[in-house]
């Protein structure tokens, strides 16, 4: 596994676990509940929003697939839209209950997540089935995190999840972190480091795992490849005027949909460990919140310096500006952290944030199915608005 060599940084060593204590702690739940039922705004048409959605519905069926195929592979279609969507459901329902106490939803969630653990045997597909370890087992983890003080749910059921987890999306996550399909460690783009991480320490979470969560936080920390926080920042700056430091990230040179990705990914991992009392969101003087301000920067349309980047598809010399002005959610979870918890000035996240939020559906940060319907769309949680923002 990964070497243990950078345990300073770590703020402290975390014994037991706290739970709910994933993306959300109960502490959160207070908050969003108090904004929900005083009918405070932005909170109140968020979740007015989570409430129509499609997703967040307690008559939702899972259609749970034996393989699950990311990445056509020249035999078998793929099919993992009806995992990401079901991933997508099992959270917005479990968030739904946290906030109404209505175990309609609680059962619905819980039925999506025991029926893809009594029926998924693999992934696979071509490289792309990394994608889908990394980014339907974090997600799948925070619905089951969430769901796992509910009464209602069967504690064998619960064990069947837990096992689909770590045995399936774990043991891919972990393989795919040590040896890159193969590849060398900087062939792949961060974001599917990333992906991985973030489910690693979600699942470590909801199964108790320390030696799964330490072994990622460390990764975060000191990892040899792309995703991992020395490797992804490629270049510091000083803005002019401001003194703040913009860092550009590992994927700035390939495309902003991936730029873009990566800071969200970021996120969910930091405030993931930060529930545990890891505070990766400070690690390397902030480093998440300086490389949200570069890509905050750039996509809402502002020139930003760049350094050369030699990518596994060769020199990407200028940044790219393919899907500049990217809509996604996950940059209410970064202004809600730096900018209203610790007072740092994340002026160009929040005013991306405000960006998105102004091309989103009812003018918030929505979820899974306000983005288009494809994998893209997917990639976040969301419904930031509702779930961080603090103020
Ligand atoms: C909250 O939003 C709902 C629509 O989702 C609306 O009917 C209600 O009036 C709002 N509450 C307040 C206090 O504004
Ligand atoms: C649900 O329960 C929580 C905790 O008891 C409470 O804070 C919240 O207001 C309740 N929500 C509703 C809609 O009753
Ligand atoms: C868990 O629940 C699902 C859906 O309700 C069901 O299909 C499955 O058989 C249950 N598994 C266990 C181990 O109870
Ligand atoms: C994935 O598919 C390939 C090609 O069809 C097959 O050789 C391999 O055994 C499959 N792996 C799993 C875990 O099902
Ligand atoms: C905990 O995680 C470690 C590292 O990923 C893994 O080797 C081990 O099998 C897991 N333990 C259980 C009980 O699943
Ligand atoms: C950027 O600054 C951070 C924090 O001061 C430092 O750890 C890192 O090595 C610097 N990165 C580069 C590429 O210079
Ligand atoms: C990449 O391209 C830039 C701009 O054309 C050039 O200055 C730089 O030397 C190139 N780097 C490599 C490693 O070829
Ligand atoms: C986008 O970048 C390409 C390559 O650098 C450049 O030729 C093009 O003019 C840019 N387009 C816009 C709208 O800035
Ligand atoms: C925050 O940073 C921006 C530039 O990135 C600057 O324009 C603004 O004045 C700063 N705000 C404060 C309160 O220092
Ligand atoms: C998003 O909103 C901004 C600010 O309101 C606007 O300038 C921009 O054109 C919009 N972008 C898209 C893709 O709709």
Redesign the pocket.
């Known amino acids: 596994m990964f070497p243990i060599i950078f345990a300073a940084l770590l703020i402290s060593d975390v014994s037991a676990f706290i739970h709910p204590g994933a993306l959300h702690t109960s502490g959160d739940f207070e908050r969003i509940n108090t904004h929900v039922v005083n009918g405070d705004e932005p909170w109140n048409t968020t979740w007015g929003l989570l409430t129509t959605s499609p997703y967040a519905q307690s008559s939702y069926q899972p259609k749970p697939q034996a393989t699950v195929y990311r990445g056509y592979n020249g035999v078998d279609a793929e099919n993992y839209q009806y995992l990401y969507k079901d991933a997508a459901a099992a959270y917005q329902l479990a968030v739904r209950w946290k906030i109404s106490n209505d175990s309609a939803y609680a059962d619905a969630a819980i039925n999506i997540l025991g029926s893809w653990a009594a029926t998924l045997t693999a992934i696979n597909g071509t490289s792309d089935k990394f994608l889908a370890s990394g980014l339907y087992g974090y997600q799948m983890a925070n619905a089951a995190e969430l769901m796992r003080d509910y009464s209602g749910w069967d504690s064998s059921n619960k064990t069947a999840t837990g096992r689909m987890l770590t045995s399936i999306f774990a043991s891919m996550n972990t393989l795919f972190l040590e040896n890159h399909n193969g590849q060398n460690d900087y062939h792949y783009y961060a974001n599917w480091d990333q992906c991985n991480l973030a489910s690693l320490i979600a699942i470590g979470i909801f199964t108790d795992n320390q030696t799964m969560y330490d072994d990622a936080v460390q990764y975060m920390l000191t990892g040899p490849s792309n995703g991992a926080l020395p490797v992804f920042d490629i270049a510091n700056y000083t803005e002019d005027g401001s003194g703040k430091v913009l860092i550009q990230g590992q994927e700035a040179g390939r495309d902003q949909g991936h730029a873009t990705l990566d800071i969200v990914l970021l996120g969910v991992i930091a405030r993931q460990s930060y529930n545990q009392g890891d505070d990766l969101f400070a690690a390397y003087n902030n480093e998440i919140l300086n490389a949200a301000e570069y890509v905050s920067k750039y996509n809402i349309g502002y020139d930003v310096p760049y350094t050369p980047y030699d990518s596994y598809q060769g020199n990407q010399s200028v940044i790219s500006n393919n899907s500049r002005?990217d809509?996604r959610p996950g940059f209410e979870l970064l202004s809600a952290h730096y900018g209203q918890l610790k007072g740092l000035n994340s002026s160009w996240t929040d005013a991306y944030r405000d960006?998105i939020n102004?091309?989103s559906t009812d003018g918030v940060e929505g979820g899974g199915g306000n983005y288009g319907s494809t994998s893209g769309g997917f990639d976040g949680l969301g419904f930031g608005t509702l779930l961080y923002r603090i103020s």
Do not use: Q, V
Request: aromatic fraction near 20%; hydrophobic fraction near 60%.
């Open positions: 002005g809509i960006f102004a091309n």
